[in-house]
């Protein structure tokens, strides 16, 4: 079973939406939670940074964790076409450094 | 942020051949990292490095091998490339203190062997 799990999509929504990823996991000493996105043929750009559980707002996006359920989500309103992209939940353990555990990535479309 | 150089960013070798993917970082960072992304799949760490002449293999078991002779430099070979080995490799680095265990990548090197 995978540490991080990760619905792979494609998720494809209408321009100005509401997105909601998600990722679960097992390991509850994680408690560094990233959200990343990339383009295609780049490499992963740090969107999200969360410390154990709450809410995270910027701009658009809002970063949720939930330890105790191990859920984690990332939410983007007016969802733009620039927005397309696969986006990809981290964490890792506190004395684990950036030797982090990525999910499988989401692939999002955005249609104009 | 911290800005990764990956050189070459798209490479076709031939079986047998070796390669050096370059990866260099010009904020002094201690803390670099080697994943590897097989298209569709998750991210995994291969290499790591807290500083010179210190480096440890990752959770995924890899044949390349890495030095970190000077603290900007963090270089990945593979003696015999294999198609095996076709695969993206991503280099990071990681600044100290502020953001937990947030790192930053380069752009990548898309390693295609035949």
């Known amino acids: 079973q995978k540490e991080v799990e990760q619905d792979p999509g494609p998720l494809s929504v209408p321009e100005g939406a509401i997105v909601s990823l998600n990722c679960t996991y097992s390991n509850s000493a994680f408690q560094y939670f990233m959200w990343y996105r990339q383009y295609s043929r780049k490499g992963p750009e740090l969107l999200m940074y969360t410390y154990s559980s709450g809410n995270k707002e910027d701009g658009r996006f809002t970063a949720q964790v939930d330890k105790s359920s191990k859920y984690i989500s990332l939410f983007i309103r007016d969802s733009q076409p620039s927005d397309s992209a696969t986006y990809l939940c981290?964490?890792?353990?506190?004395?684990?450094?950036?030797?982090?555990?990525f999910g499988q990535g989401t692939e999002l479309s955005v249609k104009p | 942020e911290a800005d990764i150089y990956q050189t070459p960013r798209y490479l076709v070798i031939g079986t047998g051949k070796k390669i050096t993917l370059e990866c260099s970082q010009t904020?002094?960072?201690?803390?670099m990292y080697w994943y590897q992304q097989d298209p569709g799949m998750e991210l995994h760490l291969i290499h790591y490095s807290y500083g010179v002449n210190s480096t440890e293999k990752g959770d995924l078991s890899s044949e390349s091998t890495v030095s970190r002779i000077r603290t900007e430099h963090f270089p990945l070979t593979l003696e015999s490339a294999r198609p095996s080995h076709t695969s993206q490799y991503l280099c990071?680095?990681?600044?100290?203190?502020?953001?937990?265990?947030?790192?930053?990548f380069g752009e990548g090197s898309w390693l295609t062997v035949v």
């Open positions: 981290a964490m890792s353990a506190y004395n684990q450094g950036g030797k982090l555990i």
């Open positions: 904020m002094g960072h201690d803390k």
């Open positions: 990071a680095s990681q600044p100290p203190g502020r953001q937990g265990n947030t790192i930053y």
